[in-house]
């Protein structure tokens, strides 16, 4: 029997055909299987409810996410549809946090090959190797050097559990095709002594790559994929953040790019700020804002924030006064010594002061969290927030829920229960004084699998700040009145294909607006048109 017509094992060991005990009376004929399978048939359903009963026995949520790896592989349908369905009991397993741990421990936990690996001895043979993937329709690509996996730090080769991962959460929350997605590491070697004397280390086992043999290595691989793939969306990921701002602002005129920590965070932030201030009642364009960390994540935000803040009437400079830095070493200001070229524009004309001092000093009415460092957010400064707003808003962002600044439950209790909150990580429900409170997480997939399926179906030829503030309004425009008294400033996670289908919507709109889109917008010009024919290119998993 020829490759086109598998049969036999050949069926049930390929994950895009296989269904397992789902396959029909006439399928087992079909397909060689009779003997192969047990008499009893399940539906998908029901292979569902198993697998839950199967996962949930596991002890820990590292078992739990070697388990749906596995189904991943041997079932793929019946894996998405799982995650659809489940999404918020899963999304914390295959994701953040607990995808930091699976990270650290990658290569002890290594069952398969999944993903591209590219090293430095792959320069000069980029499209030779790139050939080597099977599927030649790509159209969604995460890459990472691995050099800052969320809070974790420089993982190496580790770090390919982050594009797995955030390909796995396009296909379930937006609809892209498996088959269309591909997970990419550039294995630069690692810094991290400890992972090259692991003899388990899978990586290149060697300094990292840098100054111009990076750079060199990087362009081969965009170039190239502009040969091979290209209509491929490049999502840079987890990069140091002098290489993420080197990488976008090298690329994102040039080729179809963007980078989530820098502009996929930021908008998910920005549509939060317009949540909270449906709560607190501040106007927009008042707000006074304050960032502990000055990474790539956090400035992306404040530039986002700004580009609003301008749109919405206020002048340069008055955008950037009202947005105000602080890193470890206190207050960022002009007076400091080798500042880096993305936070110069929002160092202040103060004296040096710790974050308490600046806070009273500047009485933010919104705290930022994007550090890496747990406890950040010491009890001292939220309730000096408090003592300042009505309804103070903190942002714990960073991940995993080990390293967040400070906890839901913390800024509940040190704000009598008025805390606007949201982390960067899934939390329980908080009880504060009999009322129970609904914490919002601010997780980046409520927005980059929308912006990567807006952009893939309108062909755009280049992905613009513009897009992201459409989709930080969309995002916030869909949640309801109910919820924000219940301080909430999300909407549901489970909802999440809903929200990404509005979002890939606002993002293709603007598209077209601005001349970017290469497909022809849906006949008749309207919405609900473009809505329709966006929606029609989602991947279905049921059987």
């Known amino acids: 029997m020829s490759k086109k017509n598998p049969v036999g094992f050949d069926v049930l060991n390929n994950p895009k055909l296989n269904k397992g005990s789902a396959f029909s009376e006439a399928e087992r ?10 008499a009893g048939a399940s539906n998908q359903a029901s292979q569902i409810q198993r697998a839950l009963e199967s996962m949930r026995r596991k002890a820990y949520d590292i078992e739990r996410y070697i388990f749906l790896f596995a189904l991943q592989g041997r079932n793929e349908r019946l894996y998405y549809q799982l995650l659809i369905e489940h999404i918020n009991e899963l999304m914390p397993i295959i994701y953040t946090p607990t995808v930091g741990q699976a990270c650290l421990e990658y290569a002890h ?9 590219i090293t430095p001895a792959d320069r000069g043979h980029m499209h030779e190797i790139l050939c080597n993937w099977p599927e030649k329709d790509v159209r969604m690509i995460v890459v990472t050097d691995g ?3 969320l809070g974790l730090g420089d993982l190496g080769a580790n770090g390919m559990g982050i594009p797995i991962g955030k390909l796995a959460l396009y296909t379930a929350g937006a609809g892209i095709y498996p088959e269309q997605c591909l997970p990419v590491m550039l294995d630069v070697g690692t810094n991290n002594q400890e992972l090259r004397n692991d003899p388990l280390y899978l990586g290149v086992k060697q300094a990292r790559l840098t100054g111009a043999e990076y750079t060199e290595l990087v362009e081969e691989f965009v170039t190239t994929v502009q040969d091979i793939f290209p209509k491929a969306v490049i999502q840079f990921e987890d990069f140091l953040t002098p290489n993420a701002y080197a990488l976008l602002n090298t690329y994102r005129d040039r080729v179809l790019c963007f980078n989530d920590d820098i502009q996929g965070t930021a908008a998910m932030v920005l549509a939060g700020i317009y949540s909270s201030i449906r709560i607190s009642g501040h106007e927009f364009t008042g707000l006074r804002i304050m960032f502990l960390g000055a990474g790539s994540a956090a400035t992306g935000m404040a530039n986002l924030i700004h580009k609003a803040f301008c749109d919405a009437g206020l002048s340069n400079d008055a955008a950037l006064s009202q947005l105000w830095f602080v890193d470890e070493n206190g207050l960022v200001i002009k007076s400091r010594q080798e500042l880096a070229e993305h936070i110069l524009p929002y160092a202040k004309d103060q004296p040096a002061m710790s974050f308490v001092e600046a806070i009273k000093l500047y009485k933010p009415q919104l705290l930022i969290g994007a550090t890496g460092v747990q406890g950040t957010f010491t009890e001292a400064a939220v309730r ?9 808003a ?10 967040a600044e400070c906890t839901a439950q913390q800024a509940y209790d040190w704000t009598g229960g008025r805390v606007i909150f949201a982390s960067g990580s899934p939390s329980e429900d908080v009880s504060y004084e009999g009322k129970t409170f609904q914490p919002g997480q601010g997780n980046n997939a409520y927005i980059f699998p929308g912006v990567g399926l807006g952009a893939i179906a309108c062909e755009t030829s280049r992905i613009t700040d513009e897009m992201f503030l459409a989709a930080a309004a969309a995002l916030a425009g869909m949640v309801k009145q109910e919820q924000l008294e219940q301080g909430v400033i999300y909407p549901p996670l489970q909802d999440i294909r809903a929200i990404s289908l509005v979002i890939a919507v606002a993002v293709a709109e603007k598209a077209y607006e601005q001349n970017l889109a290469q497909k022809p917008h849906p006949k008749d010009q309207s919405k609900s048109d473009l809505q329709k024919s966006i929606k029609r290119l989602m991947y279905d998993p049921r059987y």
């Open 109 to 117: 936990i290594f069952r398969e090959p999944r993903g591209f690996y």
């Open 147 to 149: 050099q800052r996996i």
């Open 384 to 392: 000096l927030m408090a003592d300042i707003n009505e309804r103070p």
């Open 394 to 403: 903190i942002f714990a962002l960073s991940n995993p829920s080990s390293h």
């Open 29 to 38: 004929d079909k397909y060689g299987l009779r003997g192969l399978l047990p």
